[in-house]
């Protein structure tokens, strides 16, 4: 909800305000040692031995070993973990994963964790709490002027705070990388009872860990990164002390002994450790945009990340699969994937459904491009909330489960050789305001496999649309269940969302705000 209300926000007249709070970073005089040398540097180096390609990759989709994995790798760095997310809920998982980096920094590893100030529901007298540890440093992305109602700043600095760093990134003893769709929180880790997102990460080493780590740095040392401590707020101070011991509890939660259980049981990084995770080694690119996306006029691509995915969306031939959550293509979006087709390439895309979709402001955006993808000969899907339980392989796990389930997963894959996995949405707001990063993976073997399962899942959990053939059809549009080839269920109005979610989505469609979502 409070996602949904900044989304309402963001709508507010431009207008403008007084200055962000500046300071001089404070120092970081921890040096760490050569990382070779640590656990995960010794394992990693027997990984790559023989290897072909600079960067050993593992895929991430279940939400409980994706977020098992992050304290594995927790317990296992040696000297430092960096951490960089655009949204920390205030619940149980986000309170576990920071007991967690807690651990680690009272074992002297050093931990930085850089998150934007939009998206840490209020923390700050944790976030301060948790600074008094000599260990550890936090940083606020972007800040807000106004500490006490930072919402405002929509009203009165809307053209600076509207644009966010939408980052995730998890980095151990500059070894082992974490990015993809997931911020911190339960919906993100299937923790949470009612709603659950379907996401992905890929777990990298080698190369690509040491290339996250540097677009690390760059935003930490960037001007609009903040320390938590020189950004004034008059709240009841809360001890280094107390905050060990709220985190504490959250270990004894009922809602925290799966993930518990299952960090006694996952052995993918004591494997990564000893040298025998098996993993796809290739050569990759990172692509990231430049922090100082959020200072510049949103027409200049210095240093954005788009003009690098364009440059690749000219090379595809044979098959385009494109996974975005908020999915506004534009005309030109449009006119790229008729393209495609017209010189003999399949186009598949997956989105929400309007009953999936967590932001019905981006589905009213998106609603309109439907009839022309679907004439330009594009393969159009939208995931259904109620997911199915998948009969099929149980290694990648990337469509839902949960009995009520939203699309995050933020991935592309062209002609089965290149596969994308990152924080980027194909829409206005990921491409030209927010700063975003992604991964280009260059393996056949891991790009064949992602698609092969994506593919055969699909009608499980997404409904096909293709245009009506129905005289006086409303929508002229059909919705198609075919999860049973031999019953296949037809629907002409966007199935299981309300009336008022319909008609909400009509209304919203008028609005002239596509280049804000």
Known sequence: MTHYFAKFLLLCTR?????????????????????????????????????????????????????????????????TLDVQYYLFHKDVTAKLFTHYLVRAADRGVRV???????????????????VEHPN????????FANRKLPYLDFLTRFSKVQRRMHNKSFIADNQAAIIGGRNIGNAYFSADEYFNFTDLDVLGVGQFAADVSTAFDLYWEHSLSVPVQALQRRTIKLSLAGARRKLARHRHYKSSRAYLARLADLELVERLKDGELTLYWADSELVYDHPDKLLNDSADTRGHLAPTLACLWQEVTQEALLVSPYFIPGDEGVATFANWVAKGAKVTILTNSLAANDVP????????????????????WELQPSGKKSRRSRRFRGL??????????????????????????????????????????????MAEFASEIFLAELPEHAWRLKISKEPGSR?????????DPEAIQRYQHEPEASRWSRVRAWAFGYLPLESLL
């Open 361 to 380: 402001l981006v589905h009213a955006a998106y609603a309109r491009y439907r009839p022309p993808l679907l004439a330009a000969g594009a393969q159009l």
């Open 475 to 483: 929508t002229g549009l059909d919705w198609l269940d075919e999860s």
């Open 136 to 143: 550890i440093s936090i940083r606020l992305f972007n800040p």
């Open 15 to 79: 207008l403008t305000g007084f200055p962000r709070p500046v300071c001089k970073p404070l120092p970081t005089p921890f040096e760490p040692k050569d990382s070779k040398y640590t656990r995960l540097g010794q394992g990693i180096i027997k990984e790559a031995e023989n290897q072909q390609g600079s960067s050993g990759f593992y895929l991430l989709s279940n939400g409980l070993d994706a977020f098992v994995t992050r304290l594995s790798l927790m317990e296992a760095a040696d000297q």
């Open 400 to 445: 839902p489960s949960s009995s009520k389930a939203s699309l995050h997963a933020k991935t592309l894959i062209f002609d089965r050789k290149i596969l994308f996995v990152g924080s980027l949405n194909l829409d206005p707001r990921s491409l030209s305001l927010n700063t975003e990063i992604g991964v280009f993976i260059h393996s056949k073997a």
């Open 112 to 130: 930085r964790m850089l998150l934007d100030d939009f998206g840490h529901y209020g923390q700050e007298r944790l976030l301060r709490a948790l």
